[in-house]
């Protein structure tokens, strides 16, 4: 079915309008700018379409009548959904921009729409592409929380608790320096291969080669297939808390063929509740798996459906729920899900009336101070609320610097560049705020060309004791000395805490935001509408933030 067919019968409609109208062939060969015989041909298509009825009187110039059943955008979506079950993306994205109108636009509207009629999946706009999931290098927020959907790690965190996820049994030598891990058997990936210990290890291989990662896993001396579905980790060094790093999306286990695999060759294949049906620069798709070890996801699909021009959408920051403005939504809230933080490399930087005057610069404060500083480079993150906070930063030093001396460096989550006066950056809670926090100290890698010799060996030696430490209330008080003696310091401070609320029609159910700024996807699901028929389901449409 091609766009051309649907912008010649809104032409129809727009002479006749919707229902039953006498016209002549002639007229419609007209409306269409074509031959009688072709107008003949191409009523036929849409009366096969269910588009409209044309019942022809005998006799030429004699008016026949035509039934216009469906109003074009009600035929767009229809022909949307059938490209859409054939995984006809690119057919999707020319039929909603018929006649001219915006894709962007065009895509929100069908699928508004289209949440009160899809039964057993979950709709959701969003702004960007996901690239490679493979769980070594993926560090944004969106992209970690689908690697917790698709796969398992070998334990997870529930409540401040280490619960069993692949593995679920484990135990450890009296001075934690060996670590054993029973797996789930049977446990199948989603290509239905058996996973099996060697997957774990060449997961693990992979993990402390990771130049992401390896500094966080330095510890790990080696990772040993004791049987089909035993694991051994040794460590050079105690590490009490090990479970808990575990707990981490990178630690994720894999099929061992597509751990070293480059980028065209790899597959994100976990053991998760939900492989990865479809994963485009227009839709990504999500899949129930159905031989996960666990409890089955509620919900069969949810479609993450892309368009750039959303970026610029309040929802799609938000990252809530939403189905029409009339309907009744809750709202549901975490207070914490990270924190904002300013660190300043630059040692000539690193006193008191400079983190004052950059704090005040966060604040939005316009006063200038007398003193000029030498703020030149500045790095932030690719969210929007480090850009902001980073034009709030050229804004307040505009007086005291040409443009020009001020130069934005924009990474991604967890990129950390050399050679920079201030950084703004994100510390996200994830499984567990003072295991983030350590990870952060641990995966910064300009600590020696931000501290002074003595200020490093003193990080050091605090960073190794956390490490150790066997009592969790003291490892956690020793987390937050060594973060307040680096805001003493005047190294490091927290512009803000962030918090989200979602807002969630009262249809869906199930939803317990998580550190991540996301919520379970197994656990959704759509109770039905009270004020619609008991056989109608309303679904939802979930948007994403970064």
């Known amino acids: 079915m091609s766009r051309r067919k649907l912008e010649l019968y809104e032409n129809i409609f727009n002479r006749v309008g919707p229902g039953k109208s006498n016209v002549t062939i002639v007229e419609v060969a007209a409306f269409l700018h074509c031959s009688e015989r072709h107008a003949r041909t191409l009523l036929n298509q849409m009366t096969t379409l269910?588009?409209?009825?044309?019942?022809?009187?005998?006799?030429?110039?004699?008016?026949?009548?035509?039934?216009?059943?469906?109003?074009?955008?009600?035929?767009?979506?229809?022909?949307?959904?059938?490209?859409?079950?054939?995984?006809?993306?690119?057919?999707?994205?020319?039929?909603?921009?018929?006649?001219?109108?915006?894709?962007?636009?065009?895509?929100?509207?069908?699928?508004?729409?289209?949440?009160?009629?899809?039964?057993?999946?979950?709709?959701?706009?969003?702004?960007?592409?996901?690239?490679?999931?493979?769980?070594?290098?993926?560090?944004?927020?969106?992209?970690?929380?689908?690697?917790?959907?698709?796969?398992?790690?070998?334990?997870?965190?529930?409540?401040?608790?280490?619960?069993?996820?692949?593995?679920?049994?484990?135990?450890?030598?009296?001075?934690?320096?060996?670590?054993?891990?029973?797996?789930?058997?049977?446990?199948?990936?989603?290509?239905?291969?058996?996973?099996?210990a060697d997957d774990v290890v060449a997961s693990f291989k992979g993990?402390?080669?990771?130049?992401?990662?390896?500094?966080?896993?330095?510890?790990?001396?080696?990772?040993?297939a004791v049987s089909f579905d035993v694991v051994e980790i040794h460590l050079s060094a105690p590490d009490p808390f090990f479970t808990q790093l575990l707990c981490r999306a990178e630690t994720a286990i894999m099929p061992k063929q597509f751990?070293?695999?480059?980028?065209?060759?790899?597959?994100?294949?976990?053991?998760?509740?939900?492989?990865?049906?479809v994963n485009s620069n227009k839709l990504v798709r999500l899949q129930r798996f159905s031989q996960y070890n666990r409890t089955s996801a509620l919900i069969e699909k949810i479609e993450f459906w892309i368009h750039e021009n959303w970026a610029e959408r309040k929802k799609c920051y938000q990252n809530f729920f939403f189905l029409n403005d009339s309907l009744k939504v809750?709202?549901?809230?975490?207070?914490?899900?990270?924190?904002?933080?300013?660190?300043?490399?630059?040692?000539?930087?690193?006193?008191?009336?400079?983190?004052?005057?950059?704090?005040?610069?966060?604040?939005?404060?316009?006063?200038?101070?007398?003193?000029?500083?030498?703020?030149?480079?500045?790095?932030?993150?690719?969210?929007?609320?480090?850009?902001?906070?980073?034009?709030?930063?050229?804004?307040?030093?505009?007086?005291?610097?040409?443009p020009q001396t001020l130069k934005m460096k924009e990474v991604k989550f967890g990129q950390f560049l050399d050679g920079l006066d201030v950084s703004i950056l994100g510390v996200?809670?994830?499984?567990?705020?003072?295991?983030?926090?350590?990870?952060?100290?641990?995966?910064?890698?300009?600590?020696?060309?931000?501290?002074?010799?003595?200020?490093?060996?003193?990080?050091?030696?605090?960073?190794?004791?956390?490490?150790?430490?066997?009592?969790?209330?003291?490892?956690?008080?020793?987390?937050s000395h060594v973060m307040a003696w680096l805001e003493q310091q005047h190294i490091l401070f927290e512009i803000k805490r962030e918090g989200l609320t979602l807002t969630v029609p009262e249809q869906i159910q199930g939803v317990e935001i998580n550190a991540n700024g996301w919520c379970n996807f197994s656990k959704l699901w759509i109770k039905p509408s009270k004020e619609k028929s008991g056989v109608t389901s309303s679904m939802e449409s979930l948007i994403a933030k970064y």
């Open 259 to 277: 751990v070293f695999a480059n980028e065209s060759n790899f597959k994100a294949i976990g053991s998760g509740p939900f492989s990865l049906a």
């Open 207 to 224: 993990l402390i080669h990771s130049a992401q990662w390896q500094r966080l896993y330095d510890h790990i001396e080696k990772v040993i």
């Open 428 to 479: 996200r809670k994830e499984d567990n705020k003072y295991t983030s926090l350590f990870a952060f100290l641990k995966l910064y890698p300009h600590w020696a060309s931000a501290l002074s010799f003595t200020q490093y060996d003193h990080l050091q030696q605090q960073i190794a004791a956390i490490r150790i430490e066997v009592d969790a209330v003291r490892q956690q008080a020793l987390i």
């Open 50 to 196: 269910g588009w409209l009825t044309w019942s022809p009187t005998v006799g030429r110039g004699n008016k026949g009548i035509l039934n216009c059943l469906l109003e074009p955008i009600q035929a767009c979506h229809k022909e949307i959904d059938k490209a859409n079950d054939n995984s006809n993306l690119d057919l999707v994205y020319k039929l909603v921009g018929f006649n001219g109108r915006d894709t962007a636009a065009g895509l929100w509207q069908y699928l508004s729409q289209a949440v009160t009629e899809k039964h057993n999946t979950i709709l959701a706009p969003f702004h960007r592409c996901m690239k490679t999931l493979h769980p070594h290098f993926v560090t944004e927020r969106t992209e970690r929380h689908f690697i917790s959907e698709i796969y398992q790690t070998l334990v997870e965190e529930k409540a401040n608790k280490v619960a069993g996820n692949l593995a679920h049994f484990w135990e450890r030598n009296k001075n934690h320096t060996v670590w054993t891990f029973y797996l789930r058997p049977e446990t199948q990936f989603h290509d239905l291969s058996l996973l099996t």
């Open 330 to 402: 809750y709202e549901t809230a975490c207070d914490y899900v990270g924190s904002f933080y300013c660190l300043i490399a630059n040692k000539q930087l690193q006193n008191q009336d400079v983190k004052q005057n950059l704090a005040a610069a966060f604040l939005g404060n316009q006063t200038q101070a007398d003193t000029q500083y030498s703020v030149y480079t500045i790095s932030h993150e690719n969210n929007r609320e480090c850009r902001e906070y980073a034009k709030q930063l050229l804004s307040y030093f505009d007086n005291s610097h040409p």
